[in-house]
């Protein structure tokens, strides 16, 4: 991750549809997505899958990949866990269909299962060489631009899976490696067997534990911050969400429960207040504050099911001109 100035001095241009999309680089190894300043949270990326026990058409899946590379998305994110592969399928059916060159792919491998007792995850070097034979296989593309470990395997050593993720690198079927839920140790472990492009973590104003070691580490390395649920998983999408949740949401989280509903609820309170005062929801004063905190994040992942949906979302989520100065009375939160 590095400071705006070093960041947006790599800005390039590309057009669009008739607009002119400005380019940013994502880390420090060369990788450039579509960064657009109007709508920063919708238009970078969109994960389609049954993963929300959804059910989507593949016709209205594709067409929603290919409206969102119109609306200006470049920068599509995937994984093996997604819809048990369903969703790279449907992401390489509208690739087809679409500009390979002005597509930024990125995808992640390693969790073989979910139960409820935990996940069970995968990283010695001949799983990793295998998953991404498949991926690309199934996503019908000669290579894939960000290649993540969902999660780090603690029982191979970080160097075995970086090794084989390095010999992919220069065989050219991946081009750039990140990190997901790694410690600081074992970024820096990662990071001298080959450079990392991006880190993935939980980052939001609910969830702040990364922001002692780990953000200070990034800067350091020249690692790109890639937040994941910057609504705090949902907490500052909707009011409902600290009013009751339904047995079968997947909100059924221990941070969800018990007391903590209670803390919850207070705590959305008050950044509903706060939202109020600055002519906002509750869900773009979290968003602005995540951007506020790293501004050369160049990615958040949002959740769409429809073309006309996604549209709603962008006016929901896009961030008020205003809110980055009315951030700095959340730092002490």
Known sequence: MQEQSSTMAGVGEQQQQGVVMPRVKLGTQGLE????????????????????????????????????????????????????????VLVGKALQQLPREMV???????????????????????YVRSCCEASLNRLGVEYIDLYYPHRIDTTVPIEDTMGELKKLVEEGKIKYIGL??????????AHAVHPITALQMDWSLWTRDIEEEIVPLCRELGIGMVPYSPLGRGLFGV????????????????????????????????????????????????LAWVLHQVKEVQRILIMNHTPREGQGDQEEMQQPPHLDAGCSPLASL
């Open 239 to 286: 009011r409902a969400v600290v009013e009751r949740i339904p047995a079968y949401s997947f909100l059924m989280h221990p941070r969800f429960q018990g007391e903590n509903f209670e803390k919850n609820e207070i705590f959305y309170s008050c950044i509903e207040k706060l939202a109020e005062k600055h002519g906002c929801t509750p869900a773009q004063l979290a």
């Open 180 to 189: 997901v839920e790694a410690s600081p140790e074992t970024i820096r472990r």
């Open 104 to 126: 930024q792919l990125a995808t992640k491998f390693g969790v073989v299962k979910l139960h409820s007792n935990g996940v069970i995850i995968k990283g010695n070097p001949e």
């Open 33 to 88: 997505v579509i960064f657009n300043s109007k709508s920063i949270v919708l238009q970078n990326k969109v994960k389609l899958s049954n993963f929300v026990k959804m059910l989507i058409k593949k016709k209205v899946a594709i067409s929603i990949i290919k409206h969102a590379f119109h609306s200006g998305i470049t920068f599509f994110d995937t994984s093996d866990i997604y819809g048990v592969n369903t969703n790279k």
